[in-house]
């Protein structure tokens, strides 16, 4: 099983992503602009693999946002060992 921070949570290939990783089982931090919305957009996809759906605020264009979403990321992992997809770019980070 495999961990993964998305932005653009939210709505488009970004929420199709949060769909599919979880649907095989994976941790999905979801990244989003507003955690109200999200909450009602990504409720369904919570059942697909109960308790790891995790929603993260986040404006990429906001430095301040930027470093309390990795600190969030950060306390809810021992290990930090995530995937990122930022909208159509996947990356792979790793580090122990
Ligand atoms: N859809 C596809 O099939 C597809 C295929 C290949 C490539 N792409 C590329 O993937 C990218 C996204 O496409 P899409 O169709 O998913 O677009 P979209 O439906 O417009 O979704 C854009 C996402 O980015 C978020 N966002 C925008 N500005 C942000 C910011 N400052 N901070 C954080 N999040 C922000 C939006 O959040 P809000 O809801 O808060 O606005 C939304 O979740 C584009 O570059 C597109 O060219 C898409």
Redesign the pocket.
Known sequence: MSTWFI??????????FVRQLLGRGDTVFA????LA??KIQLQEYEKLSPGKLHLIQ?????MT?ISVAAQSVKQSLKVLKLNLIK??VSTRYETE
């Open positions: 932005t653009g949570a939210s709505r488009g290939i970004g929420q199709e990244a989003v602009r507003t919305s999200a986040l404006d990429v264009s906001d946002s909208v159509s």
